[in-house]
């Protein structure tokens, strides 16, 4: 039973090793890549067309962007947000054993707050873009 | 003990006194915080909403404080410790810090500007002074120097330059600062609600002598700046015309004494717009009167010894006119 239910089988895959750094790292990485598209897309952009050029269709690419990267750290919130709900020890933020049960919660939990910050750090790329007018 | 005593003593009687620096900041006449200007009243609303936050924040920090320290000890369960950094040490800050993001993006100038301001003034700023330059609405410009002049009500555009190093150019009752970078044109513009004096300072290290590149701001009403700039216009053509006395030779035969025109072949003009008639009694003195005398005295005198000066351009007699109906 446990071997065709795929739920446990991924427990079974994260908890073997109890390092899935790759949940760690994909939203700092979604994160620098929007900073990056964001910045360096105005840049050029401004650049072509000189400082008084409005911004209105670098505004709509930054609001799509930061629409697919909040998607893309939504996604990764839910997976690891199960990570908790699953759990095999009780519900609490102790990890003080050193098994790989452990590590993948512990991890899972830093990941989560990962996400948190990226997806506050996004909004906040985003948000002078609402009200900046022209490359000036 | 009497170690003791004297300490407070200093603390409680003098530290007063380390305030004093802090009342500097209540002179008005440079001051953010007494606005005379649109961007300067933005800008003052701004740091008392902060202000108003910060001491609100900085209450509510100090009173968990101190019920931290002297509250009743009382075992909190683990779920409200992490609700309570959840909100206080994430959402909290999170969400007071995107309102201020917010409300400072908002008194963002529109950069976006084709209307045309009221008024354009050169700035170009040196180590240590600053050159304006008035735009007349000919085109020309009216040069002065380390003294501003505004109309109240009226946007003012300043096109920025350096010539040597960064300085920034900041009048605190008006608006925000600007810098004036070597190379490149920087506009900015202000917009004087307040008639008054005020003072605008260089707001960027530019050398040793930084601080002492300041230079006056009258804000005049309208009317009082339209008379301003006339002013600033006059003596220009009463001196051109006392070059051109020199120049083409009027000072060989008259004198103006004081001056290096000290003929003695004509009349002595030193005092001559204060006279009542010109040429001896013949003419009243009046600027058309001396246009005409100037291109041909002899046709107002016949056998006069003066010659005409028909060969000068009509402005050139202008100037001149204007320089003898001034000798009073």
């Known amino acids: 039973m446990s071997k065709d239910n795929p739920v446990i089988a991924e427990i079974r895959r994260e908890t073997g090793s109890g390092t899935d750094l790759w949940s760690v790292i994909i939203s700092p990485s979604i994160w620098a890549l929007h900073f990056l598209v964001c910045y360096v897309s105005a840049a050029i952009y401004c650049q072509k067309l000189g400082r008084d050029a409005p911004l209105s269709d670098i505004r709509v690419l930054v609001i799509a962007v930061t629409v697919l990267a909040l998607g893309g750290i939504s996604w990764s919130s839910v997976r690891l947000w199960r990570v908790h709900d699953r759990s095999l020890t009780d519900d609490d933020f102790e990890y003080e054993h050193n098994t790989p049960e452990e590590r993948h919660r512990f991890l899972s939990h830093v990941a989560l707050m990962l996400c948190v910050l990226s997806a506050v750090a996004i909004i906040y790329v985003t948000i002078p873009m609402l009200y900046l007018d022209s490359c000036r | ?328």
Not at chain 2, 1 to 17: D, H, I, K, T, W
Not at chain 2, 86 to 91: E, Q
Not at chain 2, 250 to 262: I, L, M, N, P
């Open chain 2, 1 to 328: 003990m009497q170690q003791g005593q004297r300490c407070s003593f200093l603390v409680f009687r003098l530290a007063p006194l380390a305030c004093v620096p802090l009342l500097v900041g209540c002179v008005s006449e440079q001051s953010t915080l007494h606005p005379a200007g649109e961007d300067a009243a933005a800008i003052a609303d701004l740091f008392w909403v902060m202000a108003a936050g910060t001491v609100v924040i900085w209450l509510i920090v100090m009173g968990i404080t101190v019920y931290a320290v002297l509250g009743r000890k009382r075992p909190k369960t683990e779920r409200f410790a992490d609700r309570f950094i959840l909100i206080g040490g994430v959402a909290f800050p999170t969400i007071t810090l995107a309102a201020l993001l917010i409300f400072g993006l908002a008194l963002l100038p529109d950069w976006v500007r084709s209307d045309r301001p009221d008024l354009r003034v050169h700035i170009t700023a040196e180590q240590y002074w600053w050159r304006v330059a008035y735009e007349m609405p000919d085109g020309s410009l009216a040069n002065t120097a380390n003294e501003l002049h505004l109309p109240a009500g009226q946007t003012a555009e300043f096109v920025l330059n350096s010539t040597d190093v960064i300085h920034s150019f900041w009048i605190p009752n008006l608006g925000g600062k600007m810098d004036v970078i070597p190379g490149r044109t920087n506009l900015w513009r202000l917009k004087p609600t307040e008639a008054g004096v005020y003072r605008g300072v260089c707001a960027e290290f530019c050398g040793p002598s930084h601080a002492l590149m300041a230079f006056p701001v009258v804000v005049h009403e309208p009317d009082g700046f339209e008379a301003w700039l006339a002013g600033e216009a006059a003596g220009v053509e009463e001196r051109r015309g006392h070059a051109l006395f020199v120049s083409t030779g009027c000072g060989a035969c008259h004198a103006v004494r004081g001056t290096s025109a000290d003929g003695a072949v004509g009349p002595d003009l030193t005092h001559f717009a204060s006279r009542r008639t010109m040429a001896a009694g013949t003419l009243p003195i009046a600027p058309e009167n001396l246009q005409g005398w100037l291109v041909d005295p002899s046709h107002h005198k016949p056998d006069v010894r003066m010659p005409g000066y028909a060969s000068l351009e009509e402005t050139e007699r202008d100037a001149l006119v204007s320089y003898l109906l001034n000798l009073e």
